[in-house]
């Protein structure tokens, strides 16, 4: 059990039968009255987030979420298929599950699988990832009205806004988050 009180960021409790991860906190103590804690929680199901107002000492149950490496092996139709590195063991999971960063994970790479009662209930990529350019259109010198960004197909096949300057077969490093390019490599 944990107490409102010892609440912090990213602790995850049971609360209605559901997975809720605490993504912000305040501790508010008025003049009049009790005090109480202000949070905001995000569901673990489908990232929904919610603003949730708690007494002072109530208790909750603490979800211990365990996290484990797994490797991207290769995507077959809307199913993504991994490999958990500790075990050896397969896990097909819908593509929906990852959300927009789908399109820019790469064959072998390493992701964070988070597991709650030996069930996978959420996947986490990298934070950044290094992609090829494979199309773009030459950058035309001058040509600053669209603020120096122009459309580049990457080897995954998502399409990334970046730089003027960036060529054809030059490395970027892209955002997963956002999908943003954040810088050549």
Known sequence: MISTTEFHTGVTIEMDGQLWTIVEFQHVKPGKGGAFVRTKLRRMKDQSVIERTFRAGEKFQEAYIERRTLQYLYRSADTFHLMDTSTYEEIAIAASLFGESATLLKENMELEGQFYDSQLIGIQ?????????????????????????????????????????????????????????????
């Open 125 to 185: 990529p990298p934070m950044f990832v290094d992609l090829r350019i494979d199309v773009t259109e030459p950058g035309i010198r001058g040509d600053t009205a669209k603020a120096g960004l122009k459309p580049a197909q990457v080897e995954t096949g998502a399409t990334v806004q970046v730089p003027l300057f960036v060529e054809v077969g030059d490395v970027i490093r892209v955002d997963t988050r956002t999908g943003s390019y954040v810088s050549r490599v």
